[in-house]
């Protein structure tokens, strides 16, 4: 897609190349411009075409794991077709571990250099290399590269100190034909990562240190990429919100939108141990418009898993006290979970999820990849952990789970995603839990065995299971529940589904549900979920307050802070209004991907706290 396209690592080496101190460099080249290819309306053909006629062109290709592999196909359509080009290759999909960089050259012969770690200048000294002759390149360090026969390597590069040596590709102009075509920009505000991190390639590409950018450039190109109308900004950063001008790159987001109306929504990768920057961070950004969500970056919660992953120096303590601030400023709360990391195992995902509902946060889960240069890939780290992967790159097993637990971790993700993001169940379970003391993922996990091992009581269960969360889960790289017009078997019988729900309780826990709480309860439930039957907004008559039973969670940060709410019972008659005027429902079909907003399939009522 074209916001996956790595133009901004592109547009970084060009901007240096043509800087004025490489005239001599650029005696000897004509650097071209960036082109976009290779997505719906960018057809290959032509760049190869225009490719073929040149006489020893120089072609960079930038990998990260979303186009490596039509990088790839490129180098060898190219090679094809001009045996005179010389093709380089960089960016994190290159292994950098010795015998893996040289196995991966080995694997793809029409690749001439392969640069490990950043770009700008080790490109400038290769090309400078290449155009008196190709020997040279024993000079330049970070290297991987063919001298005949032979693969040959070089000793590690530096990393850039000075980020202001490079210039910016905006500014300069080098995006300037085709940027108003693009959805997303990716803007860099620094580099580094503090934390090392092993299923992670940026604290360990990066040595750990952190340089920025100044900020006058950074708040330049923001102006800029606003004035081109650019909907969506990347940060990519590694922990935006850590530094101290990060609270001004904020303030400047959210006055270039003011002034511009542009961006509509910021993404980046917030610092992990959070504190006072980050929490102002986030505020300027969600009161501005640019950040429906305060994301919060967990990934795990298991101390023993934390210290398997070298993410141990993140505290538990210091997410709390930001989720707190969050709740305070009545900003819905979502975080990522990674599912399948070392030292996991099916009871601590299941504390994961359920940390995350009693904090009243959307988790976000994320099945784990091998990043060809994280600690995780080295091979002792493997070998410590019986790491296994799969024909995708993913992990498969570890010491501390089976391929078969992993599966069950998926699917029981899934549900999580079915039932509490997407809201299927996600009010009763909150009741289930305040007012009956049944922990939600007990329920839930509880419910999967039962659709898992197609019980006859519970054939609506099965069904969903069978029919939505299976064929979801065999899907390799990303946890994402969808369904067609069939889902309409689920949306069009809720009431046999919640018949099914209220037998659990009373059969698996010993919860007894008077007529009265399932009639309200299940009557919101029904109420926030799409519907082609209904006009909205909906109304609908309950015989308990449930708009005013949530509201009296709203305060409250956690379940897990014992704070006393009132039960369900004592509430008097209300009402539910969900949906509005400009809510239109054409299709049950639900083929998006949720992201941290949740915006995907709910419907918005006042039931909503994320």
């Given at each position: 897609?074209?916001?996956?396209?790595?133009?901004?690592?592109?547009?970084?080496?060009?901007?240096?190349?043509?800087?004025?101190?490489?005239?001599?460099?650029?005696?000897?080249?004509?650097?071209?411009?960036?082109?976009?290819?290779?997505?719906?309306?960018?057809?290959?053909?032509?760049?190869?075409?225009?490719?073929?006629?040149?006489?020893?062109?120089?072609?960079?290709?930038?990998?990260?794991?979303?186009?490596?592999?039509?990088?790839?196909?490129?180098?060898?359509?190219i090679r094809r077709r001009n045996p005179g080009a010389r093709v380089i290759v960089g960016g994190p999909e290159i292994p950098k571990w010795p015998g893996e960089s040289e196995a991966f050259m080995v694997a793809n012969p029409a690749?001439?250099?392969?640069?490990?770690?950043?770009?700008?200048?080790?490109?400038?000294?290769?090309?400078?290399?290449?155009?008196?002759?190709?020997?040279?390149?024993?000079?330049?360090?970070?290297?991987?590269?063919?001298?005949?026969?032979?693969?040959?390597?070089?000793?590690?590069?530096?990393?850039?100190?000075?980020?202001?040596?490079?210039?910016?590709?905006?500014?300069?102009?080098?995006?300037?034909?085709?940027?108003?075509?693009?959805?997303?920009?990716?803007?860099?505000?620094?580099?580094?990562?503090?934390?090392?991190?092993?299923?992670?390639?940026?604290?360990?590409?990066?040595?750990?240190?952190?340089?920025?950018?100044?900020?006058?450039?950074?708040?330049?190109?923001?102006?800029?990429?606003?004035?081109?109308g650019m909907q969506e900004i990347f940060i990519a950063d590694a922990n935006f919100g850590m530094l101290e001008q990060d609270i001004a790159i904020a303030r400047a987001l959210v006055q270039a939108r003011a002034e511009h109306g542009?961006?509509?929504?910021?993404?980046?990768?917030?610092?992990?141990?959070?504190?006072?920057?980050?929490?102002?961070?986030?505020?300027?950004?969600?009161?501005?418009?640019?950040?429906?969500?305060?994301?919060?970056?967990?990934?795990?919660?298991?101390?023993?898993?934390?210290?398997?992953?070298?993410?141990?120096?993140?505290?538990?303590?210091?997410?709390?006290?930001?989720?707190?601030?969050?709740?305070?400023?009545?900003?819905?709360?979502?975080?990522?979970?990674?599912?399948?990391?070392?030292?996991?195992?099916?009871?601590?995902?299941?504390?994961?999820?359920?940390?995350?509902?009693?904090?009243?946060?959307?988790?976000?889960?994320?099945?784990?990849?091998?990043m060809p240069n994280a600690p995780m890939a080295e091979p002792a780290y493997r070998a410590a952990h019986a790491i296994e992967t799969d024909g995708n790159g993913m992990i498969a097993s570890t010491a501390t789970f089976t391929a078969?637990?992993?599966?069950?971790?998926?699917?029981?993700?899934?549900?999580?995603?079915?039932?509490?993001?997407?809201?299927?169940?996600?009010?009763?379970?909150?009741?289930?839990?305040?007012?009956?003391?049944?922990?939600?993922?007990?329920?839930?996990?509880?419910?999967?065995?039962?659709?898992?091992?197609?019980?006859?009581?519970?054939?609506?269960?099965?069904?969903?299971?069978?029919?939505?969360?299976?064929?979801?889960?065999?899907?390799?790289?990303?946890?994402?529940?969808?369904?067609?017009?069939?889902?309409?078997?689920?949306?069009?019988?809720?009431?046999?589904?919640?018949?099914?729900?209220?037998?659990?309780?009373?059969?698996?826990?010993?919860?007894?549900?008077?007529?009265?709480?399932?009639?309200?309860?299940?009557?919101?439930?029904?109420?926030?979920?799409?519907?082609?039957?209904?006009?909205?907004?909906?109304?609908?008559?309950?015989?308990?307050?449930?708009?005013?039973?949530?509201?009296?969670?709203?305060?409250?940060?956690?379940?897990?802070?014992?704070?006393?709410?009132?039960?369900?019972?004592?509430?008097?008659?209300?009402?539910?209004?969900?949906?509005?005027?400009?809510?239109?429902?054409?299709?049950?079909?639900?083929?998006?991907?949720?992201?941290?907003?949740?915006?995907?399939?709910?419907?918005?009522?006042?039931?909503?706290?994320?």
């Amino acid at each position: 897609t074209p916001e996956s396209l790595p133009y901004l690592s592109l547009g970084m080496i060009t901007a240096y190349l043509r800087q004025g101190e490489l005239s001599a460099l650029r005696r000897r080249y004509r650097i071209d411009e960036i082109r976009l290819a290779g997505t719906p309306g960018r057809p290959l053909e032509p760049l190869y075409d225009a490719i073929a006629s040149l006489a020893s062109p120089v072609i960079l290709l930038s990998s990260y794991v979303w186009n490596h592999d039509l990088n790839m196909e490129a180098a060898r359509e190219i090679r094809r077709r001009n045996p005179g080009a010389r093709v380089i290759v960089g960016g994190p999909e290159i292994p950098k571990w010795p015998g893996e960089s040289e196995a991966f050259m080995v694997a793809n012969p029409a690749v001439d250099v392969a640069v490990l770690g950043e770009g700008e200048i080790a490109c400038a000294e290769v090309l400078a290399a290449l155009a008196d002759d190709s020997d040279r390149l024993a000079a330049v360090t970070g290297l991987v590269y063919r001298r005949g026969d032979r693969i040959l390597r070089t000793t590690d590069r530096e990393r850039v100190r000075d980020l202001d040596r490079l210039p910016s590709p905006y500014l300069g102009g080098d995006f300037d034909a085709w940027i108003g075509d693009v959805p997303m920009a990716t803007l860099e505000t620094n580099r580094g990562c503090p934390y090392g991190c092993t299923y992670c390639d940026w604290g360990s590409a990066t040595l750990q240190k952190v340089s920025r950018f100044d900020l006058s450039r950074v708040e330049q190109e923001i102006d800029y990429l606003a004035r081109s109308g650019m909907q969506e900004i990347f940060i990519a950063d590694a922990n935006f919100g850590m530094l101290e001008q990060d609270i001004a790159i904020a303030r400047a987001l959210v006055q270039a939108r003011a002034e511009h109306g542009y961006p509509h929504r910021l993404y980046t990768n917030f610092a992990k141990n959070g504190g006072r920057r980050l929490m102002q961070v986030i505020s300027i950004l969600h009161h501005g418009g640019l950040l429906p969500t305060g994301i919060v970056a967990l990934q795990t919660t298991d101390p023993a898993t934390l210290e398997t992953i070298a993410r141990d120096n993140i505290r538990t303590a210091s997410y709390e006290k930001m989720m707190s601030y969050f709740n305070r400023e009545g900003i819905p709360m979502a975080s990522d979970l990674m599912i399948g990391l070392p030292g996991q195992t099916v009871d601590s995902f299941h504390e994961d999820l359920q940390f995350c509902f009693d904090w009243k946060i959307s988790a976000n889960g994320n099945y784990t990849s091998m990043m060809p240069n994280a600690p995780m890939a080295e091979p002792a780290y493997r070998a410590a952990h019986a790491i296994e992967t799969d024909g995708n790159g993913m992990i498969a097993s570890t010491a501390t789970f089976t391929a078969a637990d992993l599966m069950f971790m998926r699917r029981l993700y899934l549900c999580y995603q079915l039932m509490v993001r997407m809201a299927l169940l996600k009010y009763f379970l909150y009741f289930l839990q305040i007012d009956h003391r049944v922990p939600a993922i007990d329920f839930l996990r509880r419910w999967l065995d039962l659709a898992m091992s197609d019980d006859p009581d519970y054939p609506l269960a099965a069904r969903i299971y069978r029919e939505m969360l299976e064929p979801a889960s065999r899907n390799g790289h990303w946890p994402h529940v969808t369904w067609g017009p069939e889902g309409a078997f689920l949306f069009d019988r809720l009431e046999d589904f919640y018949r099914e729900v209220r037998m659990l309780a009373q059969t698996g826990f010993g919860v007894s549900i008077s007529a009265r709480e399932a009639a309200a309860v299940f009557t919101a439930q029904a109420a926030v979920m799409p519907s082609t039957a209904v006009h909205y907004p909906r109304r609908e008559c309950l015989p308990l307050d449930v708009v005013g039973y949530f509201r009296q969670l709203r305060p409250v940060p956690s379940l897990r802070q014992g704070a006393e709410l009132a039960a369900l019972a004592s509430f008097g008659p209300g009402e539910i209004e969900t949906g509005s005027d400009e809510t239109a429902i054409s299709s049950i079909a639900m083929r998006t991907m949720l992201g941290h907003s949740d915006h995907g399939w709910e419907l918005p009522s006042p039931l909503r706290f994320y």
